[in-house]
T-cell receptor, first 118, second 113 residues
Framework: KAGVTQTPRYLIKTRGQQVTLSCSPI?????VSWYQQTPGQGLQFLFE???????NKGNFPGRFSGRQFSNSRSEMNVSTLELGDSALYLC?????????????????FGPGTRLTVL | DQQVKQNSPSLSVQEGRISILNCDYT??????FLWYKKYPAEGPTFLIS???IKDKNEDGRFTVFLNKSAKHLSLHIVPSQPGDSAVYFC???WGLGNNDMRFGAGTRLTVKP
């Protein structure tokens, strides 16, 4: 079974531009979460989508947005890029959000998109 | 707001010995904990998890211990192998229907042959 794929793998943009990153979850997985990884802040949760609806959102400005399509593929968009947005953006998929006490649906991560803002 | 902390940025152990990676958390609402392993240029890979109703979960060479009163969990790798060298992240989440995970900063484990 193919894993989570993310495109592009590397991206260079300049301040003020916008960027769209894409994530294709594992076949059958309907939940997609996005994370930002930076050396200083570690892995931080951006948002989660399930059945084309945003279920949870982390503490990021409105410049960060996302969406999910009917085939569970997801995109995240960052507008008006800032230097501090340079990071590794990771997408993770799971079958569904946690549904039973004590049990979780493990999230499987893609390789990430390395975004550099100049 | 660092709710999950891994205070040791790095750990070095000899092959065959035990590796113990530690993680502390502050949010008592967390009820599900996970460990991920990350190699360079790859996304994190799920290793093992534990729910708050247990205090130990074992999977082969990997055992996770949870001490809820101390808000502390640890990952034991026995015996350690050179292929275990990677960055290990501790993560925590809470609530049903919630895939929002809070991660620690990671611990880089080096297993020397």
């Amino acid at each position: 079974k193919a894993g989570v794929t993310q495109t592009p793998r590397y991206l260079i943009k300049t301040r003020g531009q916008q960027v769209t990153l894409s994530c294709s979850p594992i076949s059958g997985h309907r939940s997609v979460s996005w994370y930002q990884q930076t050396p200083g802040q570690g892995l931080q949760f951006l948002f989660e989508y399930f059945s084309e609806t945003q279920r949870n959102k982390g503490n990021f400005p409105g410049r960060f947005s996302g969406r999910q399509f009917s085939n569970s593929r997801s995109e995240m968009n960052v507008s008006t890029l800032e230097l501090g947005d340079s990071a590794l953006y990771l997408c993770a998929s799971s079958l569904a959000p946690r549904t039973s006490g004590g049990l979780g649906n493990e999230q499987f991560f893609g390789p990430g998109t390395r975004l550099t803002v100049l | 707001d660092q709710q999950v902390k891994q205070n040791s940025p790095s750990l070095s152990v000899q092959e065959g010995r035990i590796s113990i990676l530690n993680c502390d958390y502050t949010n008592s609402m967390f009820d599900y904990f996970l460990w991920y392993k990350k190699y360079p240029a790859e996304g994190p890979t799920f290793l093992i998890s534990i729910s708050s109703i247990k205090d130990k979960n074992e999977d082969g060479r990997f055992t996770v211990f949870l001490n809820k009163s101390a808000k502390h969990l640890s990952l034991h790798i026995v015996p350690s192998q050179p292929g275990d060298s990677a960055v290990y992240f501790c993560a925590a989440s809470w609530g049903l229907g919630n895939n929002d995970m809070r991660f620690g900063a990671g611990t880089r484990l080096t297993v020397k042959p």
